[in-house]
């Protein structure tokens, strides 16, 4: 939902790198890490530099970099997030769809095109090889296609996890980066704080460090910096888990304007409704975006279940509906003065009035920042 910058990651590179790599280099030095079961490559070399010894510089990309940056270190680790992407969004963005099609020429496109999204040698190896086009005729002959590369995935993933893993990191060091990371809300849902604190000397978080692309499925980047997002427990335990919902990545991207949250009426509103005078009305959240954002959008909305948590919050917008009103209408000239008086910044004003200074690149510093300011701006 709120963008976070992905600077806060860039400062603490340096300390994360010196606290992980040892670790990483150890467990290398005692893998056997065997064949890739996609290309019967002896998987150490996507490790190793021309001299055969570990790759230091391809270490540290690994483990601070961005995803962008990994992938364009070897092709093959790009054909690794694409075949991991086309397993874990499969049943969300083909089974799901398909559920009550009735069509069978759309089911066969509907397959192909979303195969072909991930196209990559790993998969093209099943999907084009010759006699294999019936994967797409049915739901049972597309789930053996599906089962078939993850199984070469699951293999491929247990070699990784040899070095890669995220047990690897210690709870300490967990509670430590999410103090250096320093979000104070959680990105997903913009309702709960995540709040640092020292108990006995020992540093501590209510936060949990959810993982963009999961653990369990994409093992290479279960050490990697960028794919480690600050989050709150609802969100990273009870709603996200490793459900295949295609969602933003928050170290690029925000809800920002195309998605606002709106004051709905419902049969049960009178006049008063939108003046903060009850609370019969809905709080709606829409998505304006088309396109592949516009699916990410839908993604977190779903997933983080936003529309219907949001209902609890009702009371809080009748406030800010009621101060909003107070303030445009009987009462502005009075206001005026006083804040005048005062010298306060518009800012200083919006939050005396609504507890939120209203700035868009802002909304991350306090709960519900994104409702009050799409509230207050939009109505
Ligand atoms: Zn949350």
Redesign the pocket.
């Known amino acids: 939902m709120i963008k976070i910058d992905s600077q806060r990651l860039i400062n603490i590179s340096d300390y994360y790198y010196q606290e992980i790599h040892s670790t990483v280099i150890d467990k290398y030095s005692r893998a056997a890490l065997g064949n890739n079961p996609f290309t019967g490559n002896d998987l150490r070399l996507w490790f190793v530099n021309s001299t055969g010894q570990l790759d230091m510089r391809f270490l540290k990309t690994l483990l601070t970099g961005t995803i962008d940056e990994i992938i364009k270190t070897n092709i093959e680790i790009e054909y690794y997030l694409k075949t991991c992407k086309f397993l874990h969004y499969s049943s969300e963005q083909v089974d799901a769809k398909l559920t009550g099609m009735k069509k069978v020429t759309n089911r066969i496109a509907i397959r192909q095109a979303y195969v072909a999204k991930f196209s990559n040698p790993w998969l093209d190896k099943y999907t084009k090889a010759p006699g294999n086009l019936s994967f797409f005729s049915s739901n049972k002959n597309y789930n053996k296609l599906v089962r078939e590369v993850k199984a070469d995935m699951l293999d491929l993933n247990v070699l990784l996890a040899q070095m890669i893993d995220y047990e690897y990191i210690s709870k300490e060091l967990r509670h430590e980066l999410l103090h250096r990371i320093g979000i104070e809300v959680?990105?997903?849902?913009?309702?709960?704080y995540?709040t640092s604190y020292i108990d006995h000397s020992e540093k501590k978080s209510t936060a949990d460090l959810d993982h963009y692309y999961p653990n369990s499925r994409f093992k290479l980047f279960s050490l990697s910096l960028h794919n480690f997002v600050p989050?709150?427990?609802?969100?990273?335990s009870r709603?996200k888990l490793a459900k295949g919902i295609e969602i933003l990545d928050p170290y690029r991207d925000g809800f920002d304007r195309d998605t606002y949250f709106e004051v709905g009426l419902n049969p049960a509103s009178n006049s008063d409704s939108l003046i903060g005078g009850n609370t019969f009305f809905n709080i709606e959240l829409h998505q304006m975006h088309t396109g592949n954002r516009a699916d990410q959008l839908e993604g977190n909305i779903r997933l983080?279940q936003l529309e219907n948590v949001y209902q609890s919050h009702k009371e809080y917008v009748r406030e800010l509906l009621y101060k909003q009103y107070v303030y445009k209408d009987a009462y502005k000239k009075d206001l005026t003065a006083l804040f005048d008086n005062m010298q306060l910044t518009e800012q200083e004003i919006h939050l005396f009035l609504y507890g939120h200074a209203l700035q868009d690149d802002k909304l991350g510093d306090r709960p519900l920042s994104k409702l009050a300011y799409d509230i207050i701006t939009r109505t």
Do not use: S
């Open positions: 959680c990105p997903y849902c913009n309702r709960q995540i989050a709150c427990q609802i969100c990273n709603f983080f």
